[in-house]
């Protein structure tokens, strides 16, 4: 998969794509449904996504609170595994936001990318200030040359697929229901960072992550797939994380902790992708590090029979 980051530098082989369009947050079913319309329409042209980075709601208000849940490159990653040949992720700036509909269609679409065809949702909105309609696109692509088709939403048993349904199946600790929208596991991709190694001490080595910038689940222990994405341990196993602030040590900068069972090996600068598949329990402060040894014995003990069933 190309990406490409700018509208108006294109090479000749990476216009006259079909694509949707939208942020693809999560890439969950219904972003899903509106790829494979894109594939459908597509013909002999390369088949895309249209997204952009930042996020417009980082951009606009960059204080606000993690909401997203995933990385850019864990976004890329999925979306090359769904097929997608261009990823045209475009640099979100003052520029591209001034732009207002009818001259981002024609700037951006047309001129810049020339998209064979586009496909959005129903609930679609683009240009300066949000001010485009689907119907507005549909307009201007009989204007410019370009097709347009309008995803219906997608509801999965009588709930509309959407990212703030899965952010909040995942607040609750419900990821079986996150991923039962998304049409995959969630993830938590990045690289392994160091830590105080107080698990290598306990006789649980775990395997350290950021969630910086990511919208956080609830807080606990979580049945856990492992994928070692690249090095020599490249492989899948099972394990089980903490998610938290590790209130037995009054640190309180959230992080991801993953213990790989039957393993060996040194993970650090390793990217790994956890999967979270259910949660065990909330974060707890023991009374003392036997307590706290025996608790982890037990959720590993529950962690390896749930994954065993899977």
């Known amino acids: 998969m190309r990406i490409i980051r700018d509208y108006q530098f294109v090479r000749a082989r990476d216009r006259g794509a079909s694509v949707a369009i939208g942020n693809f947050d999560g890439v969950h079913l219904g972003h899903q449904s509106v790829i ?12 895309g ?5 930042p996020h417009p709601r980082e951009y606009f208000a960059p ?20 097929g997608v040949e261009r990823l045209y992720q475009l640099n979100f700036n003052a520029a591209l936001a001034a732009l207002t509909p009818d001259v981002f269609a024609q700037k951006v679409i047309c001129d810049g990318l020339g998209l064979r065809h586009v496909v959005i949702g129903a609930d679609f909105c683009f240009g300066k200030g949000r001010a485009g309609t689907a119907e507005d696109l549909e307009r201007f692509g009989a204007q410019m040359g370009f ?8 509801e999965n048993k009588g709930v509309q697929v959407s990212s703030t349904a899965i952010r909040q199946a995942l607040s609750d600790g419900r990821p079986r229901d996150a991923a039962a929208q998304l049409g995959h596991w969630h993830r938590i991709e990045g690289q392994v960072i160091s830590g105080e190694q107080r698990g290598r001490e306990l006789g649980y080595p775990t395997a350290n992550m950021s ?6 689940p609830r807080f606990g222990v979580y049945a856990v797939l492992v994928d070692i994405v690249d090095g020599p341990h490249q492989g899948s196993y099972h394990g089980a994380a903490s998610l938290g602030v590790r209130p ?3 640190e309180n900068r959230p992080n991801l902790e993953t213990f790989l069972f039957d393993f060996k090996g040194d993970l650090y600068g390793t990217t790994l992708s956890i999967a979270l598949v259910e949660f065990l329990r909330p974060e707890m402060k023991f009374d003392g590090l036997e307590a ?4 982890m014995d037990a959720d590993c003990v529950q962690a390896r029979a749930i994954l065993g069933a899977l």
């Open 292 to 295: 706290l040894i025996t608790q």
């Open 211 to 216: 969630i910086d910038g990511l919208h956080p």
């Open 63 to 82: 204080d606000t609170a993690p909401f997203r849940l995933m990385s850019p490159e864990a976004r890329a990653s999925r979306l090359a595994k769904l």
């Open 36 to 47: 494979e319309l894109a594939r459908s329409a597509a013909g002999d042209a390369p088949l």
């Open 248 to 250: 037995m040590f009054g």
């Open 147 to 154: 097709g347009v088709t309008k995803a219906p939403l997608l």
């Open 49 to 53: 996504v249209l997204t952009f980075q």
